[in-house]
């Protein structure tokens, strides 16, 4: 249902802090003509720990009525509170979003009895595909591949965005969860050796600042082409390490920044790059031609 390169969308704000809208629309429409198969508003590198209720719906909205559907918009729409993933989720689905990505709660760690019953209420209640995400980096709890084989088979839920670093991991899911359930990378710098095990494409970092070349290497992977697709991997590398030197989304809104395509403002409690790291991804940048 979902495959390519999707970006984790960055979302941009003005000096005084505000959501900036105009930003937003524009950064969209450079994802569309780079080539990129999908957007997802409010995941991780959108900051949406520190958007309001009212701002993550704004985003969500205003990304969709943006993309107006030329490509899929699959919004965050996760929470460590079954009530309030399903009311974000629901919004999302009233407001037209083509999939919600769900992060698996974080803080209270559900066990993987907890995690199902979770999925299942919020597939339950509405009608929308559903993308499981795991990063238990982020979240301190890792859904196993056989609690999503259990998921697998509700016809809402339709695939897994995949951060564990485990290597075997996307293996084990596809052959749990099927052919029919959809992987997508979730870490950069894996992208192309998951798509080889079979997976979809990529909820991508580096793709808000790359997007065209993640967009070729996943359009290569999928037709077979994996020579080229190997070339772009390495091509790509590069930035999928060094876009991670701090927590992101610090140093891809630096990156953006030095391209001049955002103010590069955040909020707290996240902080500038440091100069130090600020100096090596410029060099990065400068290396990939994208300064």
Not at 95 to 115: E, H, K, M, S, V
Request: contains cysteine; glycine residues 8%; charged residues 20%.
């Amino acid at each position: 249902m979902f495959s390519g390169s999707i970006v984790a969308l960055v979302t941009p704000f003005t000096e005084d802090g505000a959501l900036d809208e105009t930003k937003l629309q524009e950064l969209i429409e450079f994802q569309i003509s780079s080539g990129t198969h999908g957007i997802v508003p409010c995941g991780t590198t959108g900051e949406s720990p520190t958007l309001s209720h009212e701002e993550h719906e704004k985003v969500i909205d205003l990304t969709i009525q943006t993309v107006d559907g030329r490509i899929p918009v699959i919004a965050g729409t996760g929470s460590n509170a079954t009530s309030e993933a399903l009311r974000l989720t629901r919004h999302a689905e009233e407001a037209g979003a083509d999939g919600a990505l769900i992060i698996t709660p974080y803080y209270n760690r559900p066990t993987q009895n907890g995690l199902y019953e979770h999925f299942l209420k919020i597939a339950d209640s509405t009608k929308i595909p559903i993308i499981i995400y795991n990063v238990p980096s982020r979240t301190g709890t890792d859904i196993l591949p056989e609690t999503l084989a259990r998921l697998a088979e509700h016809p809402n839920i339709v695939g897994v965005k995949e951060a564990t670093g485990q290597s075997r991991r996307a293996s084990e899911i596809i052959q749990q969860c099927g052919d029919d359930f959809t992987i997508l990378s979730g870490e950069d710098s894996v992208n192309l050796p998951l798509m080889v095990v079979g997976g979809k494409g990529a909820i991508s970092v580096v793709a808000n600042v790359a997007p065209k070349l993640v967009a070729d290497m996943c359009d290569a992977a999928l037709a077979g082409d994996w020579e080229t697709a190997r070339k772009l991997h390495y091509d790509a590398l590069p930035l999928a390490i060094n876009l991670f030197l701090e927590t992101n989304p610090i140093p891809v809104k630096a990156a953006l920044q030095m391209m001049g395509m955002l103010n590069g403002r955040l909020r707290l409690p996240l902080v500038p790059i440091s100069p130090e790291n600020r100096e090596k991804l410029a060099a990065v940048l400068r290396q990939c031609q994208l300064v």
